[in-house]
């Protein structure tokens, strides 16, 4: 199929994007990998579409503080083989490797992954667990939002009309980490998958970050486990127990690849599998 018909406007800079972006029916162009198809399907209907693609000031990676802060423009595999990310924030890195293949890495952007709020993404996921705070501009100037409270529902976030995400920063966290999902096939996007941090002290956990993507209409921190694993020598029992509080913080769909129930349950399964690697 071909898209519906839509305006085109290349923005030549971050205010002119919001501004373009006030239209109704406007919507971003960034990388394309997940919009361009939707359009292609007509299952996308953009009245303007506004094309991001030469605000080179949105593509960097740097560590600021306490913070390693990327451009919403980055590409994908670009984060993927920084040296500063894979070393400041390992979780996102390994994480990258999961999004599609190496070819939609090169074009998909960082902010368009997360701005797109697919609840089975990886990249959404990875926020959440990490405390990240993104970036939002609109007409009033800047807002930061925690990534906890920036997506709202399947593949709709805080963003108003008229807003534009420009960064993300991800807190430094060299933990232990470990990713397990499962999908259909491969590089498809999981039906399930859980995101692991840990830190240990003296054998003991100190601190843990644990998420699960398909668990849900928005990712799933799981709290509880965390709490659960807090301050515990990471055994076998414990790691077991903290699983099932991560099968109980998901509240999966039913549909047509898999039953509630069943996603529920590899939920823990995948949940033990991530915390038994990262002890590891």
């Known amino acids: 199929m071909k898209a519906a018909a839509f305006d085109y406007v290349r923005a030549g800079s971050v205010d002119d994007a919001v501004s373009a972006l006030a239209a109704d029916g406007a919507q971003v162009l960034a990388g394309g ?7 292609n399907m007509r299952l996308a209907r953009p009245s303007l579409l506004v094309d991001v693609n030469g605000l080179e000031d949105l593509a ?13 423009l980055t590409r994908q595999r670009a984060v993927e083989t920084s040296d500063v990310v894979r070393r400041d924030v390992p979780l996102l890195a390994q994480a990258l490797r999961h999004v599609g293949h190496v070819a939609t890495r090169n074009r998909g952007t960082l902010g368009g992954s997360l701005a797109h709020a697919d609840p089975a993404a990886e ?28 997506f709202h529902s399947p593949f709709r976030t805080v ?15 060299p933990a232990a980490c470990a990713i397990e999902e499962l999908s259909r096939r491969s590089k498809d996007l999981a039906l399930v998958a859980v995101f692991v941090a840990l830190e240990r002290e003296d054998g003991r956990c100190s601190r843990a970050r644990i998420a699960v993507a398909g668990g849900g209409p928005t990712p799933i921190r799981a709290r509880a486990a965390e709490e659960l694993l807090r301050g515990q020598p990471l055994t076998g029992d414990v790691i077991a127990s903290a699983a099932q509080e991560i099968a109980a913080a998901t509240d999966p769909p039913s549909d047509l690849h898999a039953p509630a129930a069943y996603r529920r349950e590899v939920a823990a399964v995948l949940g033990r599998r991530a915390l038994t690697k990262a002890v590891r």
């Not at 959404?124 to 906890?148: K, Q």
């Not at 108003?160 to 966290?173: D, H």
């Open 33 to 39: 990998q997940s919009l361009v198809p939707l359009l």
């Open 60 to 72: 960097y990676i740097r560590r600021d503080g306490e913070h390693v802060e990327i451009g919403a």
């Open 123 to 150: 990249l959404p996921a990875v926020a959440v667990a990490l405390d990240a705070e993104l970036v939002v501009r609109g007409p009033r100037g800047e807002r930061v939002v925690a990534a906890a409270d920036f």
């Open 159 to 173: 963003v108003a009309p008229g807003e534009l995400l420009v960064a993300v920063r991800f807190p430094v966290l």
